[in-house]
């Protein structure tokens, strides 16, 4: 290109140029304040995502556990005593009232302990299984051999007995003659034994009811006025070798090895 087109052109550049509509001070003013809008736009934005933080944080809080102090800790929340665990139902129960021992859904007769010699009550378990045991008879009478003998002991030390009531089988469920320990029928006695095995619990509960005297044959009582004046000759309550500060001829309670009869 020739300097001379060159010339030309730039004079026709000038002469084509549009002054500027404002001096160059206030261009530089104008950027300046461009320069400060754009500063507070971007505090503005950074405070705003600020703001928008905290009120997450303060809505997270009172959704999860802003009521804390409203509610009381676990540790200050009163706790219910641990309930105490109902004991195992009994293997057998005797009710003394209706003079009658409950085992495996069959009822058996029994005759308990006189007015004098009451029966013990409460849970007791069995400790030993005798083929033959002496037990004091009728009112404390004598000491005689009972078949079929099973050994009870409570938890307080408290001991009895069941066993057959030979020398009166009509006494089991209508009257009551032995001294506290629990008399039944032969037959009875047998299959009671076999049934229960050391470590079955019975449960005896009630009391017994006193029997008329016209329940009461002779052969019950031997001749001893027994309480309510039932049976004997004399008006007043007698037992013939016995006072009533006589204590209970304690009974050996050692377990001995039997043969169970079949049947």
């Known amino acids: 290109m020739s300097d001379e087109l060159a010339s030309g052109l730039r004079e026709l550049a000038q002469d084509a140029e549009t002054p500027p509509s404002v001096s160059g001070a206030e261009i530089r003013l104008r950027a300046v304040r461009r320069r400060r809008r754009r500063f507070r736009w971007t505090a503005v934005t950074v405070a705003g995502a600020c703001a928008a933080a905290s009120l997450a944080l303060?809505?997270?809080?009172?959704?999860?556990?802003?009521?804390?102090e409203d509610r009381p800790s676990p540790a200050a929340s009163p706790t219910a005593p641990?309930?105490?665990?109902?004991?195992?139902?009994?293997?057998a129960t005797v009710d003394l009232s209706r003079r009658m021992?409950?085992?495996a859904g069959r009822d058996l007769?029994?005759?308990?302990?006189?007015v004098r010699y009451p029966t013990a009550t409460g849970r007791m378990m069995v400790v030993t299984k005798d083929s033959v045991r002496t037990l004091s008879l009728f009112a404390g009478k004598d000491l005689q051999k009972v078949a079929w003998v099973i050994g009870l002991r409570a938890a307080d030390g408290t001991t009895n007995f069941v066993g057959t009531l030979t020398s009166d089988e009509k006494a089991p469920g209508n009257y009551d003659v032995t001294?506290?320990?629990i008399g039944l029928r032969r037959a009875d006695a047998v299959w009671l034994y076999k049934q229960l095995e050391p470590g079955a619990v019975?449960?005896?509960?009630g009391a017994a009811t006193p029997t008329p005297a016209t329940d009461l044959p002779p052969s019950a009582t031997g001749g001893?006025?027994?309480?309510?004046?039932?049976?004997?000759?004399?008006?007043a309550a007698t037992y013939p070798g016995r006072t009533a500060d006589t204590p209970t001829p304690s009974v050996p309670t050692e377990p001995s090895v039997v043969a169970v009869p079949a049947g």
Do not use: F, K, Q, Y
């Open 179 to 181: 001294t506290g320990w």
């Open 202 to 205: 019975i449960e005896i509960r």
């Open 224 to 235: 001893t006025v027994l309480p309510g004046g039932a049976g004997g000759t004399g008006g």
């Open 82 to 91: 641990p309930s105490t665990p109902s004991p195992a139902a009994p293997d």
């Open 101 to 103: 021992l409950t085992v």
């Open 109 to 114: 007769p029994i005759s308990s302990g006189s």
């Open 58 to 68: 303060v809505v997270a809080l009172n959704l999860t556990g802003g009521d804390r």
